[in-house]
């Protein structure tokens, strides 16, 4: 099932909200009060209930939430409940982090393809999935790969990008530092460590 006309603002809050739910499911709580979810979030009560209002998670009164309902209730309306299959593009050292990370399993995502150029690295294994060749980025059409991550350096990102979206990819994490131009119906997301680092020095105390 999807859900429709959810804020921008509550979608980037979704996942926040899965961790916190990831955590108490681990300790074994089967409920969270709102108040309990919120100080954990450190958020404000009304706007966690707002935003889970918008697909009818209201809470029992007096219980709260139960967690794992709401954990898959969260899942459904990212469309991970239908364990979406990433591609990565770019076998370097963030790339390879990125693949040790067993976090993605846990929100419901599988990288299941990963592509690279260097000829040292096409046809090893990283875990048990096959490095394969960047030539061959292609062939992902027919493999139902909804999303792609791009680690390769900038200058081949745009390329990369569109052969990720004719391969039928219309989601891509992008970690190179460069603007991508895509289709209207692809949904880009760019991450830069270095940026967000820049951002934070801003609100450091200024030295007198
Ligand atoms: P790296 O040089 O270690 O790895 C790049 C990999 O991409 C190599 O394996 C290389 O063979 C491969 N590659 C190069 N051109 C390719 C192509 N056309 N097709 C397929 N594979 C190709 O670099 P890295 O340190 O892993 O960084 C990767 C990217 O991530 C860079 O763009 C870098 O600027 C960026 N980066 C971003 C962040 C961040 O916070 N967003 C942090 C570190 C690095």
């Known amino acids: 099932m999807r859900y429709h006309k ?16 990831l955590l108490l499911i681990k ?22 209930r707002k935003d889970l209002s918008y697909f009818g998670a209201f809470g029992t009164p007096g219980v709260g939430y139960d967690t794992k309902r709401l954990f898959g209730q969260i899942q459904a309306i990212l469309g991970l409940d239908s364990t979406p299959k990433a591609a990565l593009v ?6 390879t982090a990125l693949l040790k990370y067993p976090g993605f399993k846990a929100y419901g995502m599988h990288i299941t393809a990963i592509f690279d150029s260097n000829p040292e690295k096409i046809g090893e294994t990283v875990g048990d999935i ?5 030539l061959e980025l292609s062939t992902l059409k027919g493999r139902n790969m909804s999303l792609g991550i791009i680690t390769v350096p900038a200058p081949a990102a745009q390329e990369i990008a569109d052969q990720l979206i004719a391969a039928g990819v219309n989601g891509i994490l992008n970690f190179a530092p460069y ?6 119906h692809v949904k880009v997301i760019t991450i830069d460590i270095a940026m967000e680092l ?11």
Request: charged content about 25%.
């Open 179 to 184: 603007y991508l131009k895509v289709p209207e």
């Open 198 to 208: 820049a951002r934070l020095t801003y609100y450091l105390p200024t030295k007198t």
């Open 27 to 48: 300790e074994g709580r089967e409920t969270v009060s709102s108040g309990k979810f919120a100080e954990l979030l450190r958020a404000n009560p009304p706007q966690i």
């Open 6 to 21: 959810i804020p921008d603002e509550t979608i980037k809050r979704l996942p926040r909200y899965m961790r916190a739910l």
């Open 130 to 134: 096959k490095v394969e060749n960047v």
């Open 90 to 95: 770019g076998l370097g050292n963030l790339g």
